[in-house]
T-cell receptor, first 112, second 112 residues
Framework: DAGVTQSPTHLIKTRGQQVTLRCSPK?????VSWYQQALGQGPQFIFQ???????QRGNFPDRFSGHQFPNYSSELNVNALLLGDSALYLC???????????FGSGTRLTVV | GESVGLHLPTLSVQEGDNSIINCAYS??????FIWYKQESGKGPQFIID?????DKRQGQRVTVLLNKTVKHLSLQIAATQPGDSAVYFC???????????FGTGTRLKVLA
């Protein structure tokens, strides 16, 4: 049974560019949450999607947006990239809005 | 503001000894707490959770203790093994929200 799958695993972007990260939830899970983890820090909540709608959002600017598809997969989009956006972006899926998160291995984004 | 902090950034223990990792949380309205383990290059892995109506919960080789009076959480690992070497995060979920608030993490090093 595949867990949470994220793609790509690594990518490098230039300041000002836009990026799209993808997440396929664990089989049977319908809720997807995104987190940003800076080097040496704990993950920070970006937002959560359930039933194709954003249920809650963390303290991130509007440059960060997302989408959930009918098959429960999700995308995270970041516009006008800044150097400070360099981080590991984690996707977590669950069958419940709060409990039973399963994290993917993340996408390492480097902005140069 | 909201924060979950850890007292020790690095903990070194001898193989076979017990480990105790501590965490202080700031939101008295949090009603669910989780410990995660993160190995290099991987996403956080669930270890054990506890709800605010409990003081203690045991798993396989792990025990979580919750002291709501002083807003303190601890993770005890019995007979620590080399495979336990990782960064450990505590996370709290404030009541009425869907977001996990993570601390900065404690690195556990197991010495042979």
């Amino acid at each position: 049974d595949a867990g949470v799958t994220q793609s790509p695993t690594h990518l490098i972007k230039t300041r000002g560019q836009q990026v799209t990260l993808r997440c396929s939830p664990k089989s049977g899970h319908d809720t997807v949450s995104w987190y940003q983890q800076a080097l040496g820090q704990g993950p920070q909540f970006i937002f959560q999607y359930y039933e194709e709608e954003e249920r809650q959002r963390g303290n991130f600017p509007d440059r960060f947006s997302g989408h959930q598809f009918p098959n429960y997969s999700s995308e995270l989009n970041v516009n006008a990239l800044l150097l400070g956006d360099s981080a590991l972006y984690l996707c977590a899926s669950s069958l419940d809005l709060i409990y039973g998160y399963t994290f993917g291995s993340g996408t390492r984004l480097t902005v140069v | 503001g909201e924060s979950v902090g850890l007292h020790l950034p690095t903990l070194s223990v001898q193989e076979g000894d017990n480990s105790i990792i501590n965490c202080a949380y700031s939101n008295s309205a949090s009603d669910y707490f989780i410990w995660y383990k993160q190995e290099s290059g991987k996403g956080p892995q669930f270890i054990i959770d506890i709800r605010s109506n409990m003081d203690k919960r045991q798993g396989q080789r792990v025990t979580v203790l919750l002291n709501k009076t002083v807003k303190h959480l601890s993770l005890q690992i019995a007979a620590t093994q080399p495979g336990d070497s990782a960064v450990y995060f505590c996370a709290e979920i404030p009541s009425g929200t869907y977001k996990y608030i993570f601390g900065t993490g404690t690195r556990l090093k197991v010495l042979a």
